[in-house]
């Protein structure tokens, strides 16, 4: 409401965002606070598991592999000059890192079982 009376001449709108960009957080919050502290049970060895175990190693490698295809990716644009975007390159390295990381993790699976 406070901001809805700040931005006085559109006070739906601004009420509206506001309250839009709060309601997830706050529905996030409740459900931490009021839900999971009671319904669910921590397993004390949950990190000794083998899957993890298995995402520490494929996170570790693809974390090298994405490191060496940024510094290639630099290189490259550098002596070439060719002028590509922002968001592209930063987009290209998010859907890298998951492929990446989503590969090794099959393959340390289908090695393993």
Partial sequence: MLVGWLNFPDFRAAASICALCTAYPSAALSWKVFVTGHTLTIDARGQDSIEVVWMHRAG??????????????????????????????????????????????????????
Avoid: F, K, N, W
């Fill in 60 to 113: 570790a490698g693809a974390c090298l592999d994405v490191l060496v295809a940024t510094l290639v990716t630099i290189a490259v644009l550098l002596v070439t000059e060719i002028d590509v975007a922002s968001p592209v390159l930063l987009a290209g390295l998010a859907v890298l890192t998951a492929a990446d990381a989503g590969a090794r993790y099959l393959i340390i699976r289908h090695r393993a079982g």
